[in-house]
């Protein structure tokens, strides 16, 4: 039965010789190949649903890829490991000793890069991370990631801020922005054309920061006035003429917004202040 021997393989007593082996190893290789046991344990438990055998293996893993880290530093340190272009070290006998390479190790550029990393968070908070994981297996990446997020923590957004920020990304994402805007209108129905055309004013203003105060409000109210009246103009100048509405919708929305730009300007100053 798989279960027993697995317990056997974590017992207490091997997991404190290999957590042993891990803090006496003095080659990276060798941290490597404790690395490596322990995965494929971890892997095992995994499969036979054994919780605690599987947190066990993870834990002695996580150890053996920082301890591997530390012995990559230390090596780069004093010349014994190599990217594969400096020169070989030279004892006292003139014999050279060719560095390794990551290769020779059996590590990859990435398990290298990660595993250096780890070895740079505080003993106290990796203590913390693989024994205080509540139940769940700690991961490299995890540790790596909080760690990063303790020394450079994100700064609090504002709510309202992240929304517009990925209003305007979803802009770019979908390329409205490459759009005709006159397709885009046209395929709208009545109401929406309306609220388009009493909402852009106001967004124009808000992004010049002329809607500030109550001058810029009630500027912006005679402003949303004055559109609703060209408006109504324009439905009257279409229905006399019988224009088609998609034909001329382009040239009429450009006129409308260059209407609106200079009635901007009228309101906001120079320095983006209402006037």
């Not at 205080?132 to 700064?155: C, F, H, Q, Y």
């Not at 919708?249 to 906001?268: C, F, H, N, P």
């Amino acid at each position: 039965m798989p279960e027993p021997q697995i317990s056997k393989e974590l017992g207490l007593a091997k997991y404190d010789a290999m957590c042993q082996a891990i803090a006496e190893c003095h080659r990276a290789d060798e941290a490597k190949h404790i690395r490596d046991q322990a995965r494929a344990i971890e892997v095992y438990a995994k499969q036979a649903k054994n919780r605690e055998a599987e947190l066990k293996a993870a834990e002695i893993r996580l150890r053996a890829e920082r301890r591997t880290g530390e012995l990559l530093k230390e090596m780069k340190k004093n010349g014994t490991r190599t990217t594969g272009h400096a020169p070989m070290k030279k004892v006292e006998s003139e014999t050279p000793i060719p560095p390794k390479q990551l290769k020779d190790m059996g590590i990859t550029p990435d398990q290298s890069s990660q595993w250096q990393r780890l070895a740079e968070v505080p003993q106290a908070d990796f203590e913390k991370a693989i024994k205080n994981s509540g139940g769940v297996r700690p991961t490299t990446e995890g540790i790596i990631n909080a760690d990063t997020l303790r020394k450079d923590p994100m700064p609090q957004i504002d709510s309202n801020a992240l929304w517009l920020w990925g209003r305007l990304k979803d802009f770019e994402r979908n390329g409205t922005l490459d759009r005709d805007v006159s397709e885009l209108v046209s395929g709208m129905t009545k109401p929406m054309k309306e609220d388009c055309e009493r909402i852009v004013p106001q967004l124009i203003a808000w992004l010049k920061g002329g809607s500030r105060g109550k001058n810029g409000r009630a500027e912006l109210i005679k402003l949303r006035n004055e559109i609703d009246r060209r408006r109504k103009e324009n439905e009257c100048a279409r229905a006399r003429r019988r224009w088609n509405v998609d034909a001329v919708l382009k040239v009429e929305l450009i006129q409308l917004l260059d209407w609106i730009e200079s009635e901007m300007d009228k309101i906001i100053g120079v320095n983006g202040t209402v006037s």
